[in-house]
């Protein structure tokens, strides 16, 4: 293991290691390394290099910083995207917030490596499977330098120790056989929970909702479903969470509560619990709250026409989540959509490590919300075992395949069906271990749409086959008689099929299935977004 650490703002590295110990553990596939230090020290850089070498035949799976990071299986010649590269890029990621959605904010890019966190495969002649149980500590940065090696990068900057403290660098399970680390996985994070099917408002009404429009939305909803969501819109303001718009639901959302509930169904809220929108009263207020960087609240994302995210190291900023999550579970909700969790750790408090700080934001929230679901969005995979029952795995669905043009440049979060197909289909390894998979929604309405039938089908079943959450924002009641007959199919394969597994082989996800002791296949075109062979 190679270390970098200072003291006394003098750079050491492990060579000169009077200062630490370094104790080393292996059992079985498993590494351990742990520093006790007799000094006070600040970690900078930890990495292990291990031969690695693949060929063009191996498809090698990075898993993505959060939610909604673009995450599939590449090969040697793929680039990733840097949103840092080009002057007018970055300048304009930089102004609207763009590159705070992901990594790019701290993680070096180079076209000579590929990257993700905490989890790799390779499948193909030369097969591995690496994934870390060091979460709370430090995430595992797996980085794959073309053709020559993978380094295991412990992201360990900035983290103080104390002398006589000590620190768990690294931890994680490494096997040279991906079934073998698959099984591995799914005996070491287990998580069970209860499957949904339900309705959001978002990707139809977006902020444009009502009390009306929300009490048709519900009257369409029949007893295949168990939730029913309220997404963003009813709130005057994002960060305004206290002040429901009173034009928009002169009654309040008590009422509305109550009927979902009078329905049989579980009452879902969004809120962004960390945000404030530029124009909230609670940014105009108590900008003091927000997360600054040199006296200046540092943006975190270009939604709401720019917002920004609470600082939880000041007992105020805590006490005003505290107070909005616990105004919702009193009006009764039973779900919480928890969104944009990632701004809290936009930037981290001195001391702390990125991993050990979201976790603390993590906690706090499942601490707030007690026994209550909470769907994870816009978060990291596995600070989310144990904190949250649902999480988000891929981009918000666009009603374009590929959204805009313009849009294609830009961040590795960007709204996408195209992307979040694939997402859903590459990080279904996690479903029932570290939560259960929210693939978003399915929409196979006609109006407001720009999907074509056969795009809406393939994301119905994609959806269906790979997640344990199946929402949509249509309403069921105006679907015609062809439409009834796909969802009833999609709930069919939602509920009852076995065995679910895929192989990538260019530009196509060949699936199988079994229903009914039959063995099903299909091909899945991520270029197009198309099934053949269904």
Request: glycine share 6%; net charge neutral.
């Amino acid at each position: 293991m190679f270390l970098l650490y200072k003291k006394d703002s003098v750079i050491y590295t492990t060579e000169s290691n009077s200062d630490l110990e370094i104790i080393e553990e292996n059992i079985e596939n498993e590494k351990i390394i742990t520093v006790r230090v007799n000094s006070d020290i600040e970690l900078i850089n930890a990495y292990i290099d291990i031969d690695f070498k693949f060929d063009k035949k191996c498809n090698l799976f990075f898993n993505g910083y959060q939610s909604w990071t673009d995450s599939f299986e590449l090969n040697n010649n793929k680039v990733e995207k840097n949103i840092n590269k080009g002057l007018l890029r970055r300048k304009v990621c930089q102004s609207y917030g763009l590159n705070a959605y992901g990594d790019s904010t701290f993680y070096h890019y180079s076209r000579n490596k590929l990257h993700g966190y905490d989890l790799f495969y390779s499948k193909g002649n030369k097969s591995c499977f690496i994934y870390s149980k060091n979460h709370k500590n430090a995430y595992l940065i797996i980085e794959y330098y073309k053709n020559k090696f993978i380094r295991l990068v412990s992201d360990v900057v900035g983290k103080k120790l104390h002398a006589g403290e000590s620190f768990k660098v690294f931890d994680y399970k490494l096997f040279n056989n991906y079934y073998q680390g698959l099984e591995s996985f799914n005996k070491d994070f287990v998580r069970n929970g209860e499957r949904i099917f339900g309705y959001s408002s978002w990707y139809n009404h977006y902020q444009n909702i009502n009390e009306d429009i929300i009490l048709s939305c519900l009257d369409g909803m029949d007893s295949r479903f168990n939730l029913f969501q309220i997404d963003d819109g009813y709130e005057t303001k994002v960060g305004d969470w206290l002040s429901v718009d009173q034009k928009k639901f002169p009654n309040g959302l008590k009422p509305i509560v109550d009927k979902i509930h009078a329905k049989g169904l579980k009452a879902g809220i969004w809120v962004a619990p960390f945000a404030g929108e530029t124009d909230s009263n609670l940014f105009k207020e108590h900008s003091d709250l927000f997360i600054k960087k040199n006296g200046n609240p540092v943006k975190c994302g270009c939604n709401w026409g720019g917002f920004y995210s609470l600082d939880l190291t000041k007992d105020e900023a805590k006490e005003y989540v505290r107070k909005s999550l616990n105004y919702f579970k009193d009006l009764g909700f039973d779900f919480f959509k928890l969104d944009f969790v990632y701004g809290a750790s936009i930037i981290v408090p001195d001391g702390y490590t990125r991993a050990e700080w979201q976790q603390y934001t993590y906690n706090f929230l499942r601490e707030i919300l007690s026994d209550k679901l909470i769907l994870g969005c816009g978060a990291n995979l596995f600070n989310s075992y144990e904190n949250f029952d649902y999480l988000r795995v891929g981009p918000d669905v666009s009603l374009k395949f590929d959204d805009v043009p313009y849009m294609r440049l830009l961040h590795r979060e960007r709204n996408s069906t195209k992307n979040t197909v694939q997402n859903t289909v590459y990080r279904s390894l996690f479903d029932k271990h570290l939560f259960l998979n929210d693939s978003d929604v399915f929409l196979l309405r006609d109006n407001n749409i720009e999907l074509s039938n056969e795009q809406k089908l393939a994301l119905i079943t994609i959806n269906s086959l790979f997640s344990s959450v199946l929402m949509t924002s249509d309403n069921i009641s105006c679907y015609d008689d062809e439409k009834k007959e796909i969802l009833a199919e999609a709930l069919n394969l939602f509920k009852n099929a076995k065995n679910v597994q895929f192989r990538k082989e260019n530009e196509i996800i060949y699936i199988s299935y079994e229903m009914d002791n039959t063995k099903k296949n299909i091909a899945y075109d991520t270029t197009r977004g198309v099934l053949n062979g269904r």
